[in-house]
């Protein structure tokens, strides 16, 4: 197992500024930028991949999506494919994104870390993926940052405690603050819970509340509920 480092990490900032207030970019300016971001992030990762962590995974969909759902980082499925959501969190994933009238591939999906947190867990006997640490989060934010600075959406969905906590620096548990809103780049974001979680405790409570999370988002994009 790597070890895991004692002293405090700082994150990086959020940049500044709204993003309404930067010059727009065109459909085609936004494929360009994602494509020369997409191969910066990709040779920055190559160092960091090995055994468990074998291919990086930027994230997917519309560059003119109205949302942008924030994961925490891929699992071993998203690993082996290279995409986002791609295990049952991601079928839970795409169930919600169609009931809010959606297709996948007109949302954007990304994560907080863009390479795989797993360990070798010595009472279980095999390989556990693990939340990313302040260290993981802190190499994956900036590239985050900058992707949510091109696609630019009209909201931001965060799935889960790791997202939250780590993309604004929310201090507050996730089961505390989800169906609030909260603010980034002057974005409206809405915190709600991870599938994984969802699925994990699958009771009608759990589902109602992501729902109504899911609601206001739709109601905030200007879409009726069905
Ligand atoms: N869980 C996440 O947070 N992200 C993924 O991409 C897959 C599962």
């Given at each position: 197992?790597?070890?895991?480092?004692?002293?405090?990490?700082?994150?990086?900032?959020?940049?500044?500024?709204?993003?309404?207030?930067?010059?727009?970019?065109?459909?085609?300016?936004?494929?360009?930028?994602?494509?020369?971001?997409e191969s910066e992030l990709r040779a920055?990762s190559a160092?960091?991949?090995?055994?468990?962590?074998?291919?990086v995974?930027?994230?997917?969909?519309?560059?003119?999506?109205?949302?942008?759902?924030?994961?925490?980082?891929?699992?071993?499925?998203?690993?082996?494919?290279?995409?986002?959501?791609?295990?049952?969190?991601?079928?839970?994933?795409?169930?919600?994104?169609?009931?809010?009238?959606?297709?996948?591939?007109?949302?954007?999906?990304?994560?907080?870390?863009?390479?795989?947190?797993?360990?070798?867990?010595?009472?279980?006997?095999?390989?556990?993926?693990?939340?990313?640490?302040?260290?993981?989060?802190?190499?994956?934010?900036?590239?985050?940052?900058?992707?949510?600075?091109?696609?630019?959406?009209?909201?931001?969905?965060?799935?889960?405690?790791?997202?939250?906590?780590?993309?604004?620096?929310?201090?507050?548990?996730?089961?505390?603050?989800?169906?609030?809103?909260?603010?980034?780049?002057?974005?409206?974001?809405?915190?709600?819970?991870?599938?994984?979680?969802?699925?994990?405790?699958?009771?009608?409570?759990?589902?109602?509340?992501?729902?109504?999370?899911?609601?206001?988002?739709?109601?905030?994009?200007?879409?009726?509920?069905?």
């Amino acid at each position: 197992m790597a070890p895991r480092s004692r002293t405090a990490v700082a994150l990086p900032p959020i940049p500044a500024g709204d993003l309404a207030d930067l010059p727009p970019l065109s459909r085609d300016q936004k494929i360009a930028l994602l494509a020369q971001w997409e191969s910066e992030l990709r040779a920055a990762s190559a160092p960091f991949l090995n055994d468990l962590a074998t291919k990086v995974v930027p994230g997917e969909g519309d560059v003119d999506a109205p949302i942008v759902f924030v994961g925490e980082g891929p699992g071993v499925e998203e690993d082996r494919l290279g995409r986002p959501f791609v295990g049952r969190s991601g079928q839970l994933l795409d169930k919600m994104i169609v009931a809010m009238g959606f297709q996948r591939q007109q949302i954007y999906i990304a994560n907080i870390v863009k390479l795989r947190c797993a360990e070798w867990d010595e009472t279980l006997g095999r390989v556990k993926d693990r939340p990313p640490t302040p260290e993981d989060a802190a190499r994956g934010l900036p590239w985050l940052h900058r992707q949510i600075e091109i696609i630019r959406p009209k909201v931001i969905v965060t799935l889960g405690a790791p997202a939250i906590k780590y993309l604004i620096g929310e201090t507050e548990g996730v089961m505390k603050i989800r169906g609030t809103w909260r603010q980034y780049r002057g974005l409206p974001l809405m915190p709600t819970y991870h599938p994984a979680f969802v699925l994990r405790a699958y009771t009608p409570e759990n589902r109602g509340k992501v729902w109504s999370d899911l609601q206001q988002v739709m109601k905030v994009l200007g879409m009726a509920a069905k």
